[in-house]
């Protein structure tokens, strides 16, 4: 067993891609992790922007909660019509690309494609955070844990989906399972206590309020909120992960995260508004809401550290949703040529590769630049996620007008759009300051460049391909040249091969003016001409080229663009005799002349010049 | 103007080789800074072992410095000798080699390079940690400065000899010339003042004796004092880059550095005992010797300011003899063969740069390594020098004795071997568990890699060379591949090249079940056997290799090997198609397989597999 076998499961064959499929179960962790781990922050950062306004401040919460619940149905509606429309994955690209135009498309692209590396480094640096504050000795190693973290998850995703469910199963059930248990504790003593329950634990007295509601501050506080619907779209991206039938497998497992993400909302603001907890002030004696609300329905005891390890860890591997769906994304845009092409092939373990190598390099990279702390950029990343939302439901529309699809179709299409669409716009200016410009600035640059690189691969395509019959006329020999040292066995075999190629070989020897080097010139007659001649070959000709500055490529290579020149119309076979070492470190000890020659060849040469590397095989 | 001929100067043609000759003038700088330099620290290294002594430890340096003038005056004696029977270029290793045998010239040689490589780090941090506690706050900046005049030596020494001298000419000889005043001046004053002349200035009060004066402190003292003849030996090696007459030139060179150093000793060694200086404790209120000298004889005027100053640059330009001295080193040797041969080969400038780029290389390895202070590593260097400066004598007096030398010469030599032969032993006695031990370790392992190189080039000769004529019966056409992803210009160019090769032409398809990929396989009677017939020419085959895996290159290699081992009398060529790019960004849009490819048939293949490089041209 290789160590690449070790380190990423045997190869999967073609054929086995139908058993690499997953099913709902699987399929919850995989593409759902992004989603319900915004559970753990959503609701917090709406309490957060809610802080000025005091212990009345809290009471916003639930129909806030509410609204951002009547959005999420509006989506989950959308997205589950869009799967059963595209049941060969339906991502925001596709839809918006097929029904509204390449441009709306590459838009979508764009801004899905930020939103992932955004949502890579947020969710490691989140989760890394929360461990860091909980161990503080560990805080010097921060960047080194995220990139260990964001390795472990690249690693993962490399040995393919089935094995990337499995890892990732425990932590998100064990998630839910906590959440849902202080919910269902917390909801019967507030039932029991008629609506006003007492915290088993005394909570932090809420400061007084230094604000009065207004509109544009509740608008905030849901923009904050609607951070909880990130990773929403994932599901229809990956349909074709799904085991058959595909369609319905994936609406499940949409069905499934969604509900389970409302009653996930849902519950926390209900508590958070019967237990009156507010988000406490981040700069001193922070403490999460719900390690407030988990203190508050059941003490600090097991249960306690058992959900607040679950959240750490869900929290990080919310990285994996970008992980199971960049890759993915970038396959679909590389195939319509406008990534490498080397996106859209599958590796050993029949996921695509370059893109989870793209996704590590980029995340790693913003880890990097930012030390590994990205509480920055979280204003950035709703901004990309509901722009897609918006294309991809604006292009649902016209797909159903285009399609005749029945009125309540486009009218829940149309729903999902204009909320969507506003919600853009009321998250972009909320945020526009604090960072989202940075996405608009940067969705055009990739604009620019993903259209660039369809030309080349267009312009390519024009300049080579042909649906036209091979011309074999007028093969003519190439003239052969071989450059040679001196007389040795591996520019004797080099030599014998010219011949195989040509009749008109010539040796071409540069000499700096040292004798011993030159000695063999003498004597070429003897080494060459004659048993040529007796071989009834015509005799290779001898070309000494002058170096009075030591160089030995240059002559070389002038001569062959010179006698290119001089011939037009025929092809020049260089000939380079290669010494293949045994060992790397022969390396040192033998010119890698014919290596560069061969570079400088290529950089400087035409069509017509073409290399021919003859082997020597050292058997010291 | 190229970057290249700004950097580095016009390429030098090799007839210019005579006009790059120096003659003593500048001789003396590049040869001797690092002898001359050794004035600056030698006589310090031995008042600093005397402190222990007290003020009546000053007394002692007169004599000990008396015994290495002796010493000098024997060794400039022996090498004046050996010039003249060299004038080839007499180092340590060409002497011993030739007279007392290979093994002997290689210990010398080991013994001179870990030498060379100490004198670079050693000088450079010693000029920089002299410039820094004149300034503290360069302090953090050591190791960058340390570096930035490595690669301004290393840089300037790659431009070639006549420009280095000039460059090292200006502090070399104001470096003298201060000294010299120096010296004048306190004698003068020390005569008229009978012999206790009274400081200008106040100096520090000598510590209270803490200890006797014992044979084997008087030892250590005089090995610590032997720091100042490293260097010595540099003429005799460089002899070769002396105008004609050669040999009288490099004496006098020799005999001029010899003299200044010996009055730069004896003088300071005079004036300190005069005017009673001792050597200040290294760890606190540290004044090295010569600052307080230059401070009793004339105060701290300009004039001390400009000695000072001439002291810093000249010990950090000594690095710059290793520079000249290493390069020619390496190149006999590797003349040898007992160094790769790239070390014989001269540059641009004419000047050994291989040899140039190693030194610097392990110099700036030395220093990164210590941080750029690199004081623990003087402890390691006097050993190398004195066992080269053994063996060279030692090989002298063979020398006179096989070639009937009159006594004199075998009597200067042997006194030579005698002395440097029992300082060697002193120095590493004195200095073994400082760190000599680590010389003691190293020296075995570079010879036992010389030894390695040379019989590699030994096997590699045995196996290649030959004075045999060529034979060219037997040449039969290989069996020509091209490996085919889809019809396109691409691929029927190298399919022509096929046919100019070889009439057994093969297409090889790797087939990962992807339909539109494997479309042309239908057509291919369409696309290339029907054109083939019609020019005459047998019809290629397509191979089609099934690669459940989705590999593209493991399929292809593998059955060219199979192939090559079906018909082990044929030669097989493979032809890959190369698409160059215009521009490096390029390089991301395409795979880079035939790249790959070529690289697995030389590690896999064997001598009768050659690749051939077609090359296609984007214009996009």
Redesign the interface.
Known sequence: MSLLDILFGR?????EERAERIGSIAGIPIFGLDALSSAAYGPEAALTLLIPLGAMGVRYIVPITLSIIALLTILYFSYRQTIAAYPGGGGSYTVARENIGPGAGLLAAAALMIDYVLTAAVGISAGVGALVSAVPSLQPHTLAICLWILAIIALVNLRGLRESGAVFIIPTYLFVGCLFAMIAIGGIRSVAAGGHPTPVEAMPIMPPATATVSLWLLLKVFSSGCAAMTGVEAVSNGVKAFREPTAPNAQRTLTTIIVILMVLLGGIAWLASAYGIGATNPEKNYESVLSMLLRAVAGKGIFYYVSIASILSVLSLSANTAFADFPRLCRIIAHDGYL???FA??G?RLVYSQGIYGLAVLTGGLLILFGGVTDRLIPLYAVGAFLAFTLSQAGMVRHWRRQGGAFHNVLVNGLGACATGVTTIVVLTAKFIDGAWVTVLLIPVMLIAMVW?RR??Q??S??????E?????E????IAITPIAN????S??A???A????HDVRAVHVS??DQTEDAFCADWT???E???R??G?PAPELVVLES???WVLTPILNYVLDLQKQNPDR?I?VILP???ERHWY?Y??H?QRAEIL?TWL??R???R????????????
């Open positions: 190869p999967l064959a073609s054929r490498p092409r080397s092939s599958t050993r690189v080349h691969y312009l390519v024009e300049e080579t391909s042909t649906l019959p091979a011309n074999f006329g093969i003519r020999e190439p007389w040795s066995r591996i004797e075999n030599l014998r091969f011949y195989t190629v040509s700096a003016g003897k080494y060459a004659i048993p040529a007796k071989a070959l009075p500055y030591r092809e076979a290669e010494m293949v022969h040192f000890l010119n061969k290529l950089v040469g035409n069509q010049i073409v290399v021919i590397n003859v082997p020597w095989y050292l058997k010291a």
